[in-house]
C-alpha cells in the first residue's frame, strides 16, 4: 500500500479519497507522506481525503493568516501559529490538518511542543479552511470541539462557532467580537485577487491603524 500510495499523483485542485483505512495505517501514511508536502489530510472514522491545494487556494490562506497575525499583535495578544499541523485524536478516530490554525487562550499550554495529540492538548482556539475545491472538513473539527472555524470559499468567510457539541454559524468572531471579520476578510482577499497580496496586507493595516 505504502509503494502505491508514494507513487499516486494528485492534481491541484483535485482529491484522492480512501476507505477502511485503519488508525495505524493513517498514521504510518502521515510518517511515510512527511511535514513537507503540498497534500492536506483528512481522516474520519476510516475515511481518508488526501487534497492538494489550488495556488489561489494557498493565497488566501496566506492573506487571511497575516489579517489574523494582525489583529492578534495589534491587540497585545499572545498566540502561537500551527499552520497546517496535523490535529489527532485516537479515541476519536479523527484526524485533520487546517489550512492554518491559532492557539491564543491556549497558546502557554501547547509551546514548544512539536507535535500534538488531541486526546491530551487541547484543540486550536481557532482553525481556517480556504474550502474552494476540497469537500468540507466541517465534521471533523465539530467532533474535535475547535471552538472556532472559519471557512472561506467563492462565496465569501462564513464562521462556525462550537456550541453544546455542535457548530452555529456566527456572524461575528469571538476572537474578534468588536472587528467586522467577515467583511474585512471578504474586502481583502477580492483585493489579492486584482493587485500584489502585499498591496492588499498593507491596506489592510492601513485599516487597523486607522480604526483600532
Not at 11 to 18: D, E, H, I, M, W
Not at 125 to 136: G, V, Y
Amino acid at each position: 500500500m505504502l509503494l502505491e500510495l508514494r507513487q499516486l499523483k494528485v492534481q491541484p485542485g483535485n482529491q484522492l479519497l480512501l476507505e477502511d483505512v485503519s488508525w495505524q495505517q493513517f498514521e504510518t501514511i502521515l510518517t511515510e507522506l512527511g511535514e513537507h508536502r503540498a497534500a492536506r489530510l483528512s481522516y474520519s472514522n476510516g475515511r481518508l481525503e488526501i487534497m492538494v491545494p489550488l495556488p489561489e487556494h494557498e493565497k488566501a490562506k496566506e492573506i487571511i493568516g497575516d489579517m489574523v497575525k494582525i489583529l492578534l499583535s495589534e491587540g497585545g495578544i499572545n498566540y502561537e501559529s500551527l499552520g497546517s499541523t496535523t490535529l489527532k485524536n485516537e479515541r476519536m478516530t479523527q484526524g485533520v490538518e487546517p489550512d492554518t490554525c491559532f492557539y491564543i487562550q491556549n497558546s502557554a499550554l501547547i509551546i514548544g511542543k512539536n507535535r500534538l495529540d488531541l486526546t491530551v492538548d487541547p484543540p486550536p482556539d481557532l482553525a481556517i479552511e480556504i474550502d474552494l475545491t476540497s469537500r468540507t472538513k466541517l465534521d471533523n473539527y465539530q467532533i474535535l470541539g475547535v471552538p472556532e472555524l472559519w471557512r472561506y470559499a467563492g462565496g465569501g468567510l462564513k464562521i462556525n462557532v462550537w456550541q453544546d457539541g455542535q457548530y452555529i454559524e456566527s456572524d461575528s468572531s469571538p476572537t474578534f467580537p468588536d472587528i467586522p471579520i467577515i467583511e474585512l476578510v471578504n474586502r481583502y482577499v477580492q483585493q489579492s485577487r486584482v493587485s500584489a497580496s502585499s498591496q492588499a496586507i498593507q491596506s489592510f493595516k492601513t485599516w487597523v491603524k486607522d480604526n483600532l
